[in-house]
């Protein structure tokens, strides 16, 4: 390559300079406006996943404890449900035994 090419300043990057021509001058800020603003909405963006993400987080630790209190329900209406079972038991087995006591009792001819 010839020395003279080595010399001249790099024309890809004029346009940034203080000569910019018209055209330039009439873009570059529409440019930096446009890219502000995109900025703005990337920012805005990013915030309104951040928030996203933690409801949705609060949401899974609240379905963690409605599942948590929803076995626990479970439990508590399973131990009712034997209990009611063995106190039907208990009460018909009762019920049987007076009965038998007043038939044996009738029977046999009174208490003693």
Not at 42 to 69: F, L, P, Q, S, Y
Request: net charge positive; glycine share 4%.
């Amino acid at each position: 390559m010839p020395q003279h090419d080595f010399d001249q300043a790099c024309k890809f990057f004029k346009w940034l300079d203080k000569n910019t021509c018209p055209c330039g001058r009439a873009t570059a800020p529409l440019v930096w406006e446009r890219f502000t603003r995109l900025v703005d909405e990337a920012t805005t963006a990013k915030n309104e996943r951040d928030v996203a993400h933690a409801m949705e987080a609060e949401g899974r630790e609240r379905e963690r404890i409605a599942k948590r209190k929803t076995k626990k329900s479970k439990l508590t209406l399973w131990i009712a449900e034997d209990k009611v079972y063995k106190y039907r038991l208990a009460l018909i087995m009762s019920l049987t035994v007076v009965r038998v006591y007043f038939v044996f009792s009738t029977v046999f001819g009174g208490h003693g």
